[in-house]
């Protein structure tokens, strides 16, 4: 259900952007992995959270922003794939809508460093970004 | 762009947005907020946002812990008190687990809050910030232009503290109200004042020019914590007070 919230705040950001600038015929966004969103919802809610606005005729294109982790403490980088296990049992306690898929920026309270289990651990590419927006050159 | 962002600034546009904010910790905000609330939502659909994403006091103060927020197609649905009250914490979305986030993490867990909540048909949204001037000020600043309502405790060390976020608000053209928590009780029908005769603080008032409200000493709001919604005692009269002050 997170997925509409993503939809809402995306075509609310490229509207403003692309007022005045032209018809936009497709927007690709980024989405953290850890975050799970269910592409083809968002696809979905994309679709009709458009309509009536001035992205009526654009697309949307999700990509999954892979996420690195820095232990700040022993230095160790590591993925996603590192803490699939820890990441599993926070989903399987939460259910569909656990804090990280809500929320991926709580992901230092949730994984430890899988070599020295400390919590100091920075992540990138951690929130929502538009990456792309493409104008519809004939408009 | 800033989609959380933008999302969060969409969401607030048009409602009172009222900050309850210290730069100092332990001087009451929390229970300010809840209270403030409470006597709000008597007149209108008032919602109040935690931000305070490390202590996240109004799970506790509501009685909140462990349960967790709804998700529909707009947002974390806030837990409603009645018709007219509802709240929305970090709580609901890691189960009253502890926080720990780096000074980034807290910033954008603020904003995802701030984006993703519902707040569809609320007047007017309170939001509880962590002590403090970072993050927490300037996250709000970005997607809205609220009230400040600056609290403190009659210590000199916290009016000391208070006045560096009353000269940051008052440099941005911001007009607070200030609130004394803790100021004052009542003994046989006398008002006793344990920090002092609160001189520090009335040439505080002046030197900045803001209002300021008293709140005194109720130990029986000890035993409204789980329920504060119901509490009807002398600091809400107190709070009560602090709402005619921000109409004007």
Known sequence: MHEWSIADAVIRTVEQWAEGRGRVKRIVI???????LDTDILT??????????????????????EQTFTCQLCGRRFTLKDVEDQVGEVRSEFGEEYPLHLIPTLSPSFIKCPSCGSRDVMVDNQDVTVEEVIMDETS | MKPLRTLAAGKLKGKLAIAVMSSKGGVGKSVVSALLANVMSARVKTLLLDLDVHTMASAKLF???????QVSKRGLEPFPFGDKLGVITLSGVVKDRWVLLPGANQALTMESLLAYSDMEGWDAVIFDLPPGLGDEVLVLGRVSDYLPLVVTSPSKVSVKVVEYLLKFLSETGKRPVLTVNMAYYQCQGQVVRPFGDGRALKELTERYGVPMVELPIDPELEEFVGRIQEYDGPVLEGVREITRMLER
């Open chain 1, 30 to 36: 980024g989405v953290p992995s850890i975050s799970f």
């Open chain 1, 44 to 65: 979905q809610a994309f679709d009709e959270l458009k309509v009536g606005t001035s992205l009526r005729d654009a697309n949307l294109q999700v990509k999954i922003k």
């Open chain 2, 63 to 69: 009685g909140l812990e462990g349960r967790v927020h």
